[in-house]
């Protein structure tokens, strides 16, 4: 019995690494290929070595996808780690007390807008709603301009 659900739970912690070391080993093919292509168009080129900004700006997502993964050496997933709780939105369990801090913001708003129509009907007043009159519209007649009369004039 105590097999099976440890087998269970081992199942569980597999189905979700599984899939994230064949995307990490997936988008890590692809990007060793791809910059290997790109640094050989760069010996081509002999200009300065502009495939070290692809190979940061990708790298870096690649090194979070590893960090999830779990393939990262001990000492680079210290320090992702670190990062992550340093950043306050990456944090574990940051979404669920912002859900809570955002569903009691919102039961205090019902609460003061409950206490609101409540003082209103209390104390209003029924006032007269004075109808409004109709006013009858006015053309106005808009003159020319003179550069118009101008034309006008010269071909009679």
Known sequence: ?????????????????????KRFYQNLSIYLITNVVLVIVWLLSETLF??????????????????EAGVLPPFIDSLIASLCNSIPF???????????????????????ANEGTLAATKTSVKSPVAKKKSVPKT?????????VKKVTKKKK
């Open 1 to 21: 019995m105590e097999k099976t659900e440890k087998n269970g739970a081992g199942k569980k912690t597999a189905e979700h690494y599984l899939p994230a070391l």
């Open 50 to 67: 502009w495939p070290i900004w692809v190979m940061i700006g990708w790298g870096v997502p690649i090194l979070f996808m590893g960090y």
């Open 90 to 112: 990456m944090r574990k369990g940051w979404v669920n007390a912002k859900a809570e801090s955002m569903a009691t913001r919102a039961n205090k708003g019902r609460a003061y």
């Open 139 to 147: 053309t106005v007649k808009k003159k020319a301009p003179a550069a």
